[in-house]
T-cell receptor, first 109, second 114 residues
Framework: GQNIDQPTEMTATEGAIVQINCTYQ??????LFWYQQHAGEAPTFLSY??LDGLEEKGRFSSFLSRSKGYSYLLLKELQMKDSASYLC??????????WGAGTKLIIKP | IAGITQAPTSQILAAGRRMTLRCTQD?????MYWYRQDLGLGLRLIHY???????GKGEVPDGYSVSRANTDDFPLTLASAVPSQTSVYFC?????????????FGPGTRLTVL
């Protein structure tokens, strides 16, 4: 079966750095996406990785290792507005997105 | 209209009733999707459409049907609602279903079936 694993919840302090991990086992791989979802709102796109390595976009970076079936999202200089759920999704061999359950990130002052 | 709209925003429905959730996008995207999101579970794909006139089944299609008569609209119908269909439903679209194309999501419909 296909599986995406993420921690259920993480807590971090304002101004700090946090790393949210995602491991996956899917039938095929055509890219990995990270989305942000604030409570009661729709998911919004953060990043996309299809090749191994680090993609940096402002305070957010995403890393991929295809051989290990592993990705992480790195958030720097945390702000209170970063309190949200972070969803990892993998595009499989049928080009469908398989979603993790999401990691709820709580930011404390 | 800008992006994707969904209607209604929320609905309480009696079991056994028929219900259509509406989704419209103005981005001229070819691909559209319906997901349901339940607490503790990831988004699960119900149905999808790669282009107008075609549809396909996702991970959890039973009890749902869709149509794609044109590029902009992708309604989801529950023929006879059951309590297990209580969920938040998101419609999404992307330029195509391949490559780096990102899925953009509508605001969601919160459905309660009693």
């Amino acid at each position: 079966g296909q599986n995406i694993d993420q921690p259920t919840e993480m807590t971090a302090t304002e101004g700090a750095i946090v790393q949210i991990n995602c491991t996956y086992q899917t039938s095929g791989f055509n890219g990995l996406f990270w989305y942000q979802q604030h409570a009661g709102e729709a998911p919004t796109f953060l990043s996309y990785n299809v090749l191994d390595g680090l993609e940096e976009k402002g305070r957010f970076s995403s890393f991929l290792s295809r051989s290990k079936g592993y990705s992480y999202l790195l958030l720097k200089e945390l702000q209170m507005k970063d309190s949200a759920s972070y969803l990892c999704a993998v595009r499989d061999s049928n080009y469908q997105l398989i979603w993790g359950a999401g990691t709820k990130l709580i930011i404390k002052p | 209209i800008a992006g994707i709209t969904q209607a209604p925003t929320s609905q309480i429905l009696a079991a056994g009733r028929r219900m259509t959730l509406r989704c419209t996008q103005d981005m001229r995207h070819n691909a559209m999707y319906w997901y349901r999101q339940d607490l503790g579970l990831g988004l699960r794909l119900i149905h999808y459409s790669n282009t107008a006139g075609t549809t396909g089944k996702g991970e959890v299609p039973d009890g749902y049907s869709v149509s794609r008569a044109n590029t902009d609209d992708f309604p989801l119908t529950l023929a006879s609602a059951v309590p297990s269909q209580t969920s938040v439903y998101f419609c999404a679209s992307s330029k195509t279903s391949e490559g780096t194309d990102t899925q953009y999501f509508g605001p969601g419909t919160r459905l309660t079936v009693l």
